[in-house]
Structures are given as structure tokens and as C-alpha cells.
């Protein structure tokens, strides 16, 4: 009980000492000698250091973590501008898309292309008659559409034999995935129409983690595209 009253006191009294010179900044100034008298000792180095030099390394520390900060918006701005630029190349790509079922193949072809997508394909469901024996329309179960219905965010991870793995070209070599539901544009909460997939080998290539800001825009551009397919 001793001791916690004693360090309750040395506690006390510590703050009593830090509000002191908090309130009265000019106590340096009147007894300027003091700076050179406290001895410090140094986490960088261990040894004793004055009040002064110190203070010098808590300001270089503070600078260091400054520009580290720095350096790291910098970074993810650069990162920013440069999926920016890649978005904008990709949707120049669907406009210039020379008829409505030519849509689908650019629109994948421009995904792997730009974003470096190693592997791409889509399926879309209640399509106009002139597009029901198009590719994109085929192979399409009644589970994979409840699938596609279900997902609110863009599914990241591994493969788990996904039925929309298997649009893919090459569907034995897939680890990870991205799946992304195409809905009636404008509206997360509309009519599920199709699905839009990815595929890599590298297991670390799309995971769980993966930030789905720019892939939830990927999957509400390709809708918008894409609707003009439906019945």
C-alpha cells in the first residue's frame, strides 16, 4: 500500500511539474543555464545528452515520421493517378467499341490489356434474343446466377471451384479470383444481369484483403456498357 502511495506521489507531483512549465514557458528563458544542466539520457544512443540535444532528437524523430508520412501519400497518390489514367484508357477502349456484341470481348480484352488481368471472361443472363447464342450468353446454371444475385461487394480469395472459374480460358491454373455481379446501371440493388470474373495463378494476386473501391467502379462501368445486351 506504501508503494502505490508513493508512486501515486511521484506521479502527482510529476504532473505537477509538467503543468508548472507548461503555464509559465518563460521559466527557460529566466533560467536559460538549466538547459545545459539537465542530463537526458538518450534512446538513440544511451548516453547523456542536455535538455537541449534532447529536444533536437524528439524534433528529428518527429521530422523523420513527417516525412515518412510524406513519402507514403506521395506514393498512393501516384498509385491513384496511375489506375485514374488506366480506367480512363479502359473506357475509351469500350466506346470505341464498333457494335453492341463486340462490347463484351473488348470490354475483356481492355481489362486484361490495361489492368494486366491475366485471365477475364463474363456471362450475362436475360439477354435480347439476337444475343442468345452469343458466347457471354452460354453455360450460365440457375446456381451461378443466385450466386451472382448474392454478392453485394465484389467476392476476392481463393478459388473454391467456382462455376464462373470455369468461363475462364484456362480454369485448372486459377488460385485466386475476382468476381464482380453486373446489375442495371445506376443501382447497386438492381436486377442482377451477369457476372464479370478474373483469374490469376498467383495465390497473392487477389485476396481477401484486396481494396474493392476500384473493382466495385470496374463492375458498375461494365454494367452500364452491358445493358444495352439485355432483353
Request: include cysteine; proline fraction near 4%.
Amino acid at each position: 500500500m506504501q508503494s502505490f502511495i508513493n508512486t501515486y506521489d511521484m506521479t502527482q507531483s510529476t504532473l505537477d511539474v509538467a503543468r508548472y512549465l507548461a503555464d509559465h514557458p518563460e521559466f527557460f528563458e529566466e533560467h536559460a543555464a538549466l538547459l545545459g544542466q539537465v542530463q537526458l539520457t538518450s534512446p538513440l544512443t544511451g548516453r547523456a545528452v542536455s535538455l537541449q540535444e534532447r529536444q533536437m532528437e524528439v524534433m528529428r524523430s518527429k521530422y523523420k515520421a513527417l516525412e515518412l508520412q510524406m513519402a507514403e501519400l506521395i506514393h498512393t497518390a501516384r498509385d491513384n493517378d496511375g489506375l485514374s489514367l488506366k480506367f480512363h484508357r479502359w473506357v475509351l477502349a469500350i466506346l470505341a467499341a464498333r457494335g453492341d456484341a463486340d462490347l463484351p470481348r473488348t470490354l475483356i480484352d481492355g481489362l486484361q490489356t490495361v489492368f494486366a488481368v491475366p485471365q477475364a471472361s463474363l456471362r450475362l443472363w436475360g439477354v435480347a434474343p439476337q444475343y442468345q447464342d452469343a458466347w457471354f450468353a452460354q453455360d450460365v446454371s440457375d446456381d451461378a446466377k443466385m450466386f451472382g444475385t448474392s454478392l453485394h461487394l465484389p467476392y476476392c480469395g481463393p478459388n473454391k471451384d467456382f462455376e464462373a472459374v470455369r468461363w475462364l480460358p484456362d480454369p485448372d491454373s486459377v488460385s485466386s479470383t475476382v468476381m464482380l455481379p453486373l446489375r442495371a446501371a445506376g443501382s447497386n440493388a438492381g436486377e442482377t444481369f451477369g457476372m464479370l470474373v478474373f483469374g490469376a495463378d498467383d495465390s497473392d494476386r487477389f485476396t481477401a484483403d484486396l481494396a474493392t473501391d476500384f473493382l466495385v467502379n470496374i463492375g458498375e462501368t461494365a454494367s452500364a456498357a452491358l445493358t444495352c445486351l439485355r432483353a
